[in-house]
Structure formats: structure tokens, C-alpha cells
């Protein structure tokens, strides 16, 4: 299954407390994109993968900063970003798992083998495929 998310990837962010309780700050954020996870599958003929070990691939493209030079800007495309924003590599993967779990997979305990990189692009997008192992 191969999945394309347009736009600036998100991280997951850490809970937050208000008001005596613990809160998810993602939590609209998830929802929005548990729906183009669900059209994306629909569209796409795909089956949620039930019981099996799983491979996931994620190739996470950051905007390119607008403030870079012309020539700045066309040999960063494609290189590895290492920046601060929009998140850690983990942090940016278990917001699109705690998204894709129940939906693409029945449980994210099935992935067994994980790949993730981070890099620049003109055209910020999240890639992300999802194989079976078995």
C-alpha cells in the first residue's frame, strides 16, 4: 500500500496538561488525517492489513526554506535534513502510526521493520508504504 500526504509533515507532540487533565495537542490533526488515510484506501482498492508482520517505508520531504538563495534552494533539494523543524524522525513516525493504527493496520505492534529518512523538497509531502512481511 503506498500512501502520499501533501503538505508540511507533522510530528507528534508530547501531552499536554490543562485544567487537571492530560490532553492530546494532535488530536483534531489525527482525526482530519485518519479520513485521508480512509479515502486514500477506498480510492486505492486497499485492504487493512489484519494479523501479519508488516514493513513500513516513510520518505518525509521538509519544505525547503523560502529565505535560501535561488542556488541555495536547488542543491538542498533532495539532501538530508537534519533541522530542528518539523520534528524528529520518531517523533514525526509515530504521528502518522498512532494515525494509520485501526486503519491501514489493526494494531501498529504488527510492524516488524521500519525505514524512515528526512529530507528537503520544493514540494513538502509525507511517503509513506506499507508492506506485508509474511
Not at 19 to 34: A, E, F, L, S
Not at 40 to 55: E, T, V
Not at 67 to 92: M, W, Y
Not at 113 to 124: A, C, F, G, T
Request: glycine fraction near 4%; proline fraction near 5%; hydrophobic fraction near 35%.
Amino acid at each position: 500500500m503506498k500512501f502520499t500526504i501533501l503538505g508540511n509533515p507533522i510530528a507528534q507532540a508530547r501531552p499536554r496538561l490543562g485544567r487537571g487533565c492530560v490532553y492530546d495537542p494532535n488530536r483534531d490533526q489525527k482525526i482530519k488525517m485518519k479520513l485521508l488515510f480512509k479515502s486514500q484506501m477506498n480510492q486505492q482498492g486497499y485492504l487493512k492489513a489484519s494479523g501479519c508482520p508488516i514493513f513500513v517505508k516513510m520518505h518525509v520531504y521538509v519544505q525547503i526554506p523560502k529565505s535560501a538563495s535561488k542556488s541555495k534552494q536547488t542543491s538542498l533539494e533532495n539532501v538530508f535534513h537534519t533541522r530542528a523543524r518539523p520534528g524528529d524522525c520518531d517523533n514525526i513516525f509515530k504521528f502518522y502510526s498512532d494515525v494509520m493504527n485501526t486503519v491501514v493496520y489493526d494494531d501498529d505492534r504488527q510492524i516488524c521493520k521500519l525505514n524512515v529518512e528526512k529530507r528537503y523538497s520544493s514540494i513538502p509531502r509525507v511517503e509513506i508504504e506499507v508492506n506485508n512481511l509474511a
